[in-house]
Nanobody, 123 residues
């Protein structure tokens, strides 16, 4: 069983940066693609970014492209989401999730979920 724990959320001013971490335990993460999702109050959950098991393929939602960077350190069983130039509309609970797949990554068919970390962007 894979457990995922997110951290790094908090309150930041518009234009600021945060780095979220998703640490896995129970199994090694190197066989899993990992995705970040977010859910703002009153809105549906949306896929933000994903990375395949090797780290060679990444994807981003249009709303965050150019501002967010996903990366992974399989030796540390950790996936990161670097968030720069944050906007008020990035305020949400952020979740990481993992799916056992090799080549691709995506936002459906996730096998494991973390409990989330809250990001608030406000002056």
């Amino acid at each position: 069983q894979l457990q995922l724990v997110e951290s790094g959320g908090g309150l930041v001013q518009p234009g600021g940066s945060l780095r979220l971490s998703c640490v896995a335990s129970g199994l090694t993460l190197d066989s899993y693609a990992v995705s970040w999702f977010r859910q703002a109050p009153g809105k549906e959950r949306e896929g933000v970014s994903c990375i395949n098991s090797s780290g060679g393929t990444t994807k981003y939602a249009g709303s965050v492209k150019g501002r967010f960077t996903i990366s992974r350190d399989n030796a540390e069983n950790t996936v990161y989401l670097q968030m720069n130039s944050l906007k008020a509309e990035d305020t949400a609970a952020y979740y990481c999730a993992a799916a056992r797949r090799d080549v691709t990554c995506g936002y459906i068919g996730m096998d494991y979920w973390g409990k989330g970390t809250l990001v608030t962007v406000s002056a």
